[in-house]
C-alpha cells in the first residue's frame, strides 16, 4: 500500500479508539487533530434542546484553529480522516485540517463515528476545503466495537 496516514479529531474519545485501531489495520501513521481552543462539555450537549437545531450554533462561527500540524503532509498518498457526526456534518474544525493542507493528488477517506446519524451532508460541506484533484471518499461508520481484522479487509476493498 502507498503512504497512509489516519488522522482524526475526537471530541470524547470514542473517535480516538476507531483511529487508533485503523492505522493498526492499515499500518499507517497516526494524528490527532488538537483545536487550539478545546471545546467544553456544554459544546458537546447535544441533548441540549436549545441549540439541537443543527450542532453548527454551538461550534465558532468561523473555523476552530489547529493547534498542531503534521509536518511532512507531502510523504503521505493516502489519508484517512475521522471525526464524530454533528447533527449529519463533520465538525468544522474538519474543515480547517483540509484547507490547511494542499491534498492534490491524494485521496482522502473518510470515517466517522456517530450516534446514530449517517454522513448526511458530509461530503458536500467538505469537498470546497480541498482541491479538485483531491479524491474524496466516504469510507464507513466505525461504531461500537471495531475489529483490526474487519477494517483490514475493507481497506483491501478500497483498491487504494
Do not use: C
Not at 86 to 96: G, H, S
Amino acid at each position: 500500500m502507498k503512504n497512509v496516514l489516519v488522522a482524526y479529531f475526537s471530541a470524547s474519545g470514542v473517535t480516538a479508539k476507531a483511529a487508533e485501531t485503523l492505522a493498526a489495520a492499515a499500518g499507517a501513521d497516526l494524528h490527532e487533530i488538537k483545536p487550539t481552543v478545546p471545546y467544553t462539555q456544554a459544546d458537546l450537549d447535544w441533548m441540549d434542546k436549545k441549540s439541537r437545531s443543527t450542532m453548527e450554533m454551538k461550534e465558532p462561527a468561523s473555523r476552530p484553529e489547529i493547534s498542531n500540524r503534521v509536518e511532512n503532509m507531502d510523504a503521505y498518498d493516502v489519508v484517512f480522516l475521522g471525526f464524530p457526526i454533528w447533527w449529519y456534518v463533520a465538525p468544522k474544525i474538519i474543515n480547517t485540517f483540509l484547507e490547511t493542507y494542499d491534498f492534490s493528488g491524494k485521496t482522502i477517506v473518510l470515517f466517522a463515528t456517530s450516534g446514530g446519524s449517517g454522513f448526511g451532508k458530509t461530503m458536500q460541506k467538505l469537498k470546497d476545503s480541498v482541491s479538485k484533484d483531491t479524491v474524496i471518499k466516504e469510507g464507513r461508520l466505525l461504531n461500537g466495537r471495531v475489529r483490526e481484522e474487519d477494517l483490514k479487509a475493507w481497506i483491501d476493498g478500497l483498491n487504494l
